[in-house]
């Protein structure tokens, strides 16, 4: 009777955690694990199109930037992605940086834009530019309109004091497109004015969010008169219909390359050599506009969206990716910030 | 030797001899290709590999089973249960040195590599062989502590403990020590404690500028105010709906139940997210008081007040049921006799009711001001520049700084905090005794509310029900326009994208929520049950036998809680990522995650009904010869339904709307929703988050519902008056 009673118990507790041994991760052959570090809807677009294209099964994983960067790292030891695509371009110095990826020439390299080798180039060809985004701002028209100003065309422009409390931006530890900012501010009006003007927008920020595109959202909604964000993540709401206007403020900017590394240690190398080279195509970069995301593409011959922001018209910094990516100078930046921006009083 | 002994044994040697030792790639049980060269092989069994010389340092483990196996004819004896206490032991320490020593080549502990014999050698990952006889190894010793007369000889309590003791060491301990390690460690990987103490003192956790200047206070000032804050008012929240509902005649009792389990099953993220469209600048309210009081628009909810409103709306319903259990539990008959006695109904509620409800009060704060400090999605939404310990981590580890170590340094004053707020309810319980149902026969009926409570508490009650339910107008509403806030025309489209089904061929599920969805379904439903039995077991052993270590156990399980979901997540993949335990990328990771999660709920519910359920009934089982098992199983459990629904519900519950402890560990074949909708939030597609927030709102309604429907009502034989108890015997909703 207790024999049985004992064999009942040791059965359920032996089923309960021996489940915790049971399973092993698929690795089929012929699949690629990526890791895509943009907006959903493209990331699935991509998959799919490969998958279409080449019969290759890709397993997907969609996450910010740095949640992937944070997990290769973690994942370095016996690595499971093979892939990692898309996402802000800093991450990917920074992996590189660390010898997390791996390098690699791709065939089509010669049809890329120089600013796209130059991202490959800064990470000593372990990540090559895929798209690149302008640093700008959103404005809420209505708002706007309701404080009666005139619409904000340049940096200086926000800092009006009618603006206290009505511009947002992310802070830039924990955003890249904030860190954006501070770099390219920096890198436009020398260090010391540059930190002074952030000073300046201190005053007028109500908030410094998270995520680096939640400033264009709330633009788009009203909780904020300006967001300080990458244009096309303003653009997106603008397609969609709301008061909310996309800038290239005036006396230049800076940008962001979105980029594509090679994991090391990847189990389907050969796959991702595959990706990597067909991501770079015309064909493969067409598939952003149709997914709302309009950042410009970095194959010379690929169509650039008619929404997207051009970046001809723009005023560029010469923005120095390997000096402003560098694991050294983001601390010390990040630290400066800390101290004498965000530890202000209002 | 007993039986059940001779059982374990065979186990060991089914796991040691016959079944696969390791895990190899491509496992499946449709397809044996993985099979191939068995007994040998990837697929091999640690017997064969060890006598092959392929893996020598498995034979040790054998020897230990082989010891045992020698003693199969003696009776059982005090010398008997020695030999099964140092062979189990041993044998288990080898096992776990050589799977810790010998993992991939170039890692592991080489010293003791070489020792056991396997000196540049390199094993993958342990599968189920390993898993049976290392369970076999743990239960030999605990039937050897048994034998010699440990927990009065009985080898299931013993058991266990031994069982229970080894999982929160896999999955609590030794995770949470790889990731505390790393706050020893510069951001080059050196070991540096000069920077642990700098991490520590940094005036962005201790800073007091709130006080004396115009900044911004520390980050663990501002999370120890609000879950301090939240942990009162949800608590007493909790209380006043809990009175209402089951001592008064109140209307709409059954609406008001249904609304206040809302927020409980409502995804992260939705009620900011709602909160915002409602007090935001541009929200309806804030419109309204505008146009009609000219109140100008502002941003308050962004920060302190909102945070709270949200987390309030979120956990005071945990203290609910919580409450509703203890409030439900306290006996009648004490109550009557104060009145027999001529006390008025005030001074019955603040002598009797009052001091009976303190262990319930006590757990529902814990619960609030623990799930506040944990809480993620809501000071993600709302927290404006108010920021907490939770997201400050989140963002070192995944945010442009990248620094695991701050995150290490953060998550371990947020576990001082925790570990203090349990240890001061400790204290404040002390040794008291909150028994009130007795085997003897109890036929009271529950005292009527004082006046001013009942009125205090319906006050209160009705306005916070009014909000919850405008919320879910909102939220229901969100799904269904266009643009909640700005273009309200009525459109399908958000439930097309994510859950449109396609029939022409068959029953083809075209949505793209599908996937994510029925991932975590089955992930709820399997860990739900686990969660609820492991939670239970274990209060059961920490509230009814007598151990060395119980403490440290009921100490440890909290530990779990107290760990911030993502700090756990990145600790789940950096210790499970290699061998001997490499299960990252599988579901059963997302599975065990969450059972070592919610197991505290189980555990504390468990512990609030069994403190009030006296313990001469099990004695009376125990002494007509029942053992712990029998006993567990046919008069504690019976009794401890409320607790057990509780365990499951939450643990469900949770599962499918946890977010930043599953972040890291989702991979592509195991998304989990709440990762898509977070992605859905950051793309601003609010209307199909809101959608499949709303989907899985009725996918949990109707679990819960299936859950109270096969557990059942707890029956106490209490005489019921007409027609108050007819209502007051409603399950929990």
Same mark, same amino acid.
């Given at each position: 009777?207790?024999?049985?009673?004992?064999?009942?118990?040791?059965?359920?507790?032996?089923?309960?955690?021996?489940?915790?041994? #049971?399973?092993?991760?698929?690795?089929?052959?012929?699949?690629?694990?990526?890791?895509?570090?943009?907006?959903?809807?493209?990331?699935?677009?991509?998959?799919?199109?490969?998958?279409?294209?080449?019969?290759?099964?890709?397993?997907?994983?969609?996450?910010?930037?740095?949640?992937?960067?944070?997990?290769?790292?973690?994942?370095?030891?016996?690595?499971?992605?093979?892939?990692?695509?898309?996402?802000?371009?800093?991450?990917?110095?920074?992996?590189?940086?660390?010898?997390?990826?791996?390098?690699?020439?791709?065939?089509?390299?010669?049809?890329?834009?120089?600013?796209?080798?130059?991202?490959?180039?800064?990470?000593?060809?372990?990540?090559?530019?895929?798209?690149?985004?302008?640093?700008? $701002?959103?404005? &809420?028209?209505?708002?706007?309109?309701?404080?009666?100003?005139?619409?904000?065309?340049?940096?200086?422009?926000?800092?009006?004091?009618?603006?206290?409390?009505?511009?947002?931006?992310?802070?830039?530890?924990?955003?890249?497109?904030?860190? &954006?900012?501070?770099?390219?501010?920096?890198?436009?009006?020398?260090?010391?004015?540059? $930190?002074?003007?952030?000073?300046?927008?201190?005053?007028?920020?109500?908030?410094?969010?998270?995520?680096?595109?939640?400033?264009?959202?709330?633009?788009?909604?009203?909780?904020?008169?300006?967001?300080?964000?990458?244009?096309?993540?303003?653009?997106?709401?603008?397609?969609?219909?709301?008061?909310?206007?996309?800038?290239?403020?005036?006396?230049?900017?800076?940008?962001?390359?979105?980029?594509?590394? +090679?994991?090391?240690?990847?189990?389907?190398?050969?796959?991702?050599?595959?990706?990597?080279?067909?991501?770079?195509?015309?064909?493969?970069?067409?598939?952003?506009?149709?997914?709302?995301?309009?950042?410009?593409?970095?194959?010379?011959?690929?169509?650039?969206?008619?929404?997207?922001?051009?970046?001809?018209?723009?005023?560029?910094?010469?923005?120095?990716?390997?000096?402003?990516?560098?694991?050294?100078?983001?601390?010390?930046?990040?630290?400066?910030?800390?101290?004498?921006?965000?530890?202000?009083?209002? | 030797?007993?039986?059940?002994?001779?059982?374990?044994?065979?186990?060991?040697?089914?796991?040691? =001899?016959?079944?696969?030792?390791?895990?190899?790639?491509?496992?499946?049980?449709?397809? $044996?290709?993985?099979? =191939?060269?068995?007994?040998?092989?990837? =697929?091999?069994?640690?017997?064969?590999?060890?006598?092959?010389?392929?893996?020598?340092?498995?034979?040790?483990?054998?020897?230990?089973?082989?010891?045992?196996?020698?003693?199969?004819?003696?009776?059982?004896?005090?010398?008997?249960?020695?030999?099964?206490?140092?062979?189990?032991?041993?044998?288990?320490?080898?096992?776990?040195?050589?799977?810790?020593?010998?993992?991939?080549?170039?890692?592991?502990?080489?010293?003791? #590599?070489?020792?056991? %014999?396997?000196?540049?050698?390199?094993?993958?990952?342990?599968?189920?062989?390993?898993?049976?006889?290392?369970?076999?190894?743990?239960?030999?010793?605990?039937?050897?502590?048994?034998?010699?007369?440990?927990?009065?000889?009985?080898?299931?309590?013993?058991?266990?403990?031994?069982?229970?003791?080894?999982?929160?060491?896999?999955?609590?301990?030794?995770?949470?020590?790889?990731?505390?390690?790393?706050?020893?460690?510069?951001? #080059?990987?050196?070991?540096?404690?000069?920077?642990?103490?700098?991490?520590?003192?940094?005036?962005?956790?201790?800073?007091?500028?709130?006080?004396?200047?115009?900044?911004?206070?520390?980050?663990?000032?501002?999370?120890?105010?609000?879950?301090?804050?939240?942990?009162?008012?949800?608590?007493?929240?909790?209380?006043?709906?809990?009175?209402?509902?089951?001592?008064?005649?109140?209307?709409?009792?059954?609406?008001? *139940?249904?609304?206040?389990?809302?927020?409980?099953?409502?995804?992260?993220?939705?009620?900011?997210?709602?909160?915002?469209?409602?007090?935001?600048?541009?929200?309806?309210?804030? %419109?309204?008081?505008?146009?009609?009081?000219?109140?100008?628009?502002?941003?308050?909810?962004?920060?302190?007040?909102?945070?709270?409103?949200?987390?309030?709306?979120?956990?005071?319903?945990?203290?609910?049921?919580?409450?509703?259990?203890?409030?439900?539990?306290?006996?009648?008959?004490?109550?009557?006799?104060?009145?027999?006695?001529?006390?008025?109904?005030?001074?019955?509620?603040? @002598?009797?009711?009052?001091?009976?409800?303190? /262990?319930?009060?006590?757990?529902?704060?814990?619960?609030?001001?623990?799930?506040?400090?944990?809480?993620?999605?809501?000071?993600?939404?709302?927290?404006? &520049?108010?920021?907490?310990?939770?997201?400050?981590?989140?963002?070192?580890?995944?945010?442009?700084?990248?620094?695991?170590?701050?995150?290490?340094?953060?998550?371990?004053?947020?576990?001082?905090?925790?570990?203090?707020?349990?240890?001061?309810?400790?204290?404040?319980? %002390?040794?008291?005794?909150?028994?009130?149902?007795?085997?003897?026969?109890?036929?009271?009926? /529950?005292?009527?509310?004082?006046?001013?409570?009942?009125?205090?508490?319906?006050?209160?009650?009705?306005?916070?029900?009014?909000?919850?339910?405008?919320?879910?107008? +909102?939220?229901?509403? %969100?799904?269904?326009?266009?643009?909640?806030?700005?273009?309200?025309?009525?459109?399908?489209?958000?439930?097309?994208?994510?859950?449109?089904?396609?029939?022409?061929?068959?029953?083809?599920?075209?949505?793209? =929520?599908?996937?994510?969805?029925?991932? @975590?379904?089955?992930?709820?439903?399997?860990?739900?049950?686990?969660?609820?039995?492991?939670?239970?077991?274990?209060?059961?052993?920490?509230?009814?036998?007598?151990?060395?270590?119980?403490?440290?156990?009921?100490?440890?399980?909290?530990?779990?809680?107290?760990?911030?979901?993502?700090?756990?997540?990145?600790?789940?993949?950096?210790?499970?990522?290699?061998?001997?335990?490499?299960?990252?990328?599988?579901?059963?990771?997302?599975?065990?995650?969450?059972?070592?999660? &919610?197991? /505290?709920?189980?555990?504390?519910?468990?512990?609030?009904?069994?403190?009030? +359920?006296?313990?001469?009934?099990?004695?009376?089982?125990?002494?007509? *010869?029942?053992?712990?098992?029998?006993?567990?199983?046919?008069?504690?459990? /019976?009794?401890?339904?409320?607790?057990?629904?509780?365990?499951?519900?939450?643990?469900?519950?949770?599962?499918?709307?946890?977010?930043? #402890?599953?972040?890291?560990?989702?991979?592509?074949?195991?998304?989990?929703?709440?990762?898509?909708?977070?992605?859905?939030?950051?793309?601003?597609?609010?209307?199909?988050? +809101?959608?499949?927030?709303?989907?899985?709102?009725?996918?949990?309604?109707?679990?819960?519902?299936?859950?109270?429907?096969?557990?059942?009502?707890?029956?106490?034989?209490?005489?019921?008056?007409?027609?108050?108890?007819?209502?007051?015997?409603?399950?929990?909703?």
């Amino acid at each position: 009777m207790q024999g049985f009673q004992w064999l009942r118990t040791g059965v359920l507790a032996a089923l309960a955690s021996g489940a915790a041994f #049971a399973a092993a991760p698929a690795q089929a052959q012929g699949a690629l694990v990526m890791y895509c570090g943009v907006q959903e809807e493209w990331c699935r677009a991509m998959s799919t199109a490969f998958e279409r294209d080449t019969g290759i099964k890709v397993a997907m994983t969609r996450k910010s930037a740095g949640e992937i960067y944070a997990q290769l790292k973690a994942e370095s030891s016996n690595p499971r992605g093979d892939i990692w695509w898309g996402g802000t371009g800093d991450p990917h110095l920074q992996a590189a940086e660390e010898g997390l990826t791996l390098e690699y020439e791709s065939p089509v390299n010669k049809d890329l834009h120089d600013w796209a080798l130059s991202q490959w180039k800064a990470a000593q060809k372990r990540s090559v530019g895929i798209y690149a985004g302008a640093l700008g $701002f959103g404005f &809420n028209t209505q708002q706007i309109k309701q404080k009666g100003l005139n619409e904000p065309k340049c940096w200086a422009d926000l800092l009006d004091p009618k603006l206290k409390d009505d511009v947002q931006v992310a802070d830039p530890n924990s955003s890249g497109t904030a860190y &954006n900012l501070l770099a390219t501010v920096v890198q436009l009006m020398g260090e010391e004015k540059g $930190f002074d003007y952030l000073k300046k927008l201190h005053k007028n920020v109500s908030q410094y969010t998270k995520s680096g595109a939640a400033p264009a959202k709330a633009a788009s909604l009203g909780e904020t008169a300006v967001g300080i964000v990458f244009i096309h993540d303003a653009v997106v709401f603008a397609v969609q219909g709301d008061p909310i206007k996309a800038v290239a403020p005036c006396e230049g900017t800076g940008y962001e390359i979105g980029s594509m590394s +090679i994991i090391k240690g990847a189990r389907n190398l050969d796959n991702a050599k595959k990706f990597y080279d067909w991501a770079l195509t015309p064909a493969a970069q067409a598939l952003a506009a149709p997914a709302k995301s309009y950042q410009v593409p970095s194959n010379k011959n690929s169509t650039v969206p008619p929404q997207a922001p051009k970046m001809s018209e723009m005023k560029m910094i010469d923005y120095d990716f390997v000096k402003y990516g560098s694991s050294a100078e983001r601390t010390r930046l990040l630290t400066k910030w800390d101290k004498e921006v965000k530890a202000l009083p209002k | 030797m007993r039986p059940a002994t001779r059982l374990v044994l065979l186990l060991g040697w089914l796991g040691y =001899a016959v079944i696969p030792w390791y895990l190899p790639d491509g496992v499946s049980l449709s397809q $044996f290709g993985w099979l =191939a060269g068995y007994p040998f092989g990837r =697929a091999g069994t640690a017997f064969a590999l060890a006598l092959s010389g392929t893996a020598p340092w498995l034979l040790p483990v054998g020897v230990a089973l082989l010891a045992v196996t020698l003693l199969l004819g003696r009776s059982e004896s005090a010398a008997v249960g020695r030999t099964l206490i140092w062979a189990g032991l041993l044998g288990m320490v080898l096992f776990f040195a050589q799977g810790f020593a010998i993992t991939l080549q170039g890692q592991g502990i080489p010293w003791l #590599a070489a020792l056991l %014999g396997g000196s540049g050698a390199a094993q993958g990952g342990m599968g189920f062989g390993a898993f049976l006889t290392v369970l076999s190894l743990l239960l030999l010793l605990c039937h050897g502590l048994a034998y010699r007369g440990f927990c009065r000889g009985d080898i299931f309590t013993t058991s266990s403990i031994g069982i229970i003791v080894l999982l929160i060491g896999l999955f609590i301990f030794f995770p949470v020590a790889t990731i505390l390690q790393s706050a020893l460690v510069d951001q #080059a990987g050196a070991f540096a404690p000069g920077i642990f103490v700098a991490r520590l003192f940094d005036s962005s956790i201790w800073g007091l500028g709130c006080v004396t200047a115009n900044t911004n206070c520390g980050v663990a000032w501002n999370t120890l105010i609000l879950a301090v804050l939240t942990g009162v008012i949800t608590t007493l929240l909790g209380l006043a709906c809990a009175l209402l509902v089951l001592r008064t005649r109140m209307p709409g009792k059954r609406l008001m *139940r249904a609304l206040t389990v809302l927020p409980i099953i409502t995804p992260p993220f939705v009620i900011g997210l709602a909160l915002i469209l409602l007090f935001g600048r541009s929200g309806v309210v804030s %419109g309204l008081l505008y146009d009609w009081f000219s109140i100008p628009r502002s941003r308050w909810i962004y920060g302190l007040p909102g945070v709270l409103l949200a987390q309030v709306l979120a956990f005071a319903p945990i203290a609910f049921l919580v409450l509703i259990g203890v409030v439900q539990g306290i006996s009648p008959s004490l109550e009557e006799a104060s009145q027999t006695l001529g006390a008025k109904r005030w001074a019955t509620f603040r @002598t009797v009711t009052w001091p009976l409800l303190k /262990p319930g009060l006590a757990n529902a704060f814990l619960l609030g001001f623990v799930e506040s400090m944990a809480d993620f999605g809501n000071p993600l939404v709302l927290g404006g &520049n108010f920021e907490v310990l939770s997201t400050k981590i989140f963002f070192a580890v995944v945010g442009a700084a990248h620094n695991q170590g701050q995150a290490a340094v953060l998550a371990m004053v947020l576990l001082v905090f925790t570990l203090g707020a349990f240890w001061v309810q400790q204290r404040w319980l %002390g040794g008291k005794s909150y028994t009130t149902v007795t085997g003897k026969g109890d036929s009271g009926l /529950p005292a009527k509310l004082p006046k001013p409570v009942t009125f205090i508490s319906a006050l209160v009650i009705v306005p916070w029900v009014a909000l919850t339910f405008v919320i879910y107008v +909102i939220i229901l509403m %969100g799904g269904f326009v266009k643009t909640m806030g700005r273009d309200h025309t009525p459109t399908l489209e958000h439930y097309r994208t994510g859950f449109a089904v396609d029939f022409s061929r068959g029953l083809f599920f075209e949505g793209a =929520a599908w996937d994510s969805l029925f991932t @975590t379904l089955k992930v709820a439903a399997i860990s739900a049950p686990l969660t609820a039995v492991l939670g239970l077991l274990t209060a059961y052993l920490l509230m009814r036998q007598q151990f060395r270590g119980r403490h440290v156990l009921e100490f440890t399980t909290m530990l779990s809680f107290a760990i911030p979901g993502t700090v756990l997540g990145v600790a789940y993949i950096l210790a499970f990522n290699v061998p001997p335990v490499e299960i990252t990328g599988t579901g059963l990771i997302l599975i065990i995650a969450f059972v070592f999660r &919610n197991m /505290p709920v189980g555990v504390r519910s468990g512990i609030a009904g069994l403190s009030q +359920i006296d313990k001469s009934l099990d004695e009376a089982s125990i002494t007509l *010869r029942a053992r712990s098992f029998t006993t567990l199983w046919r008069v504690v459990l /019976p009794l401890l339904r409320p607790a057990l629904v509780s365990a499951l519900v939450y643990s469900f519950v949770r599962s499918i709307t946890s977010v930043s #402890a599953v972040i890291f560990l989702v991979s592509a074949e195991y998304n989990l929703a709440t990762a898509y909708i977070v992605g859905r939030v950051e793309a601003g597609e609010f209307g199909l988050a +809101i959608a499949y927030s709303s989907v899985l709102i009725v996918v949990m309604a109707i679990g819960i519902g299936l859950i109270q429907l096969g557990v059942g009502e707890r029956k106490l034989g209490r005489r019921s008056a007409i027609p108050l108890a007819t209502s007051a015997a409603q399950p929990v909703k």
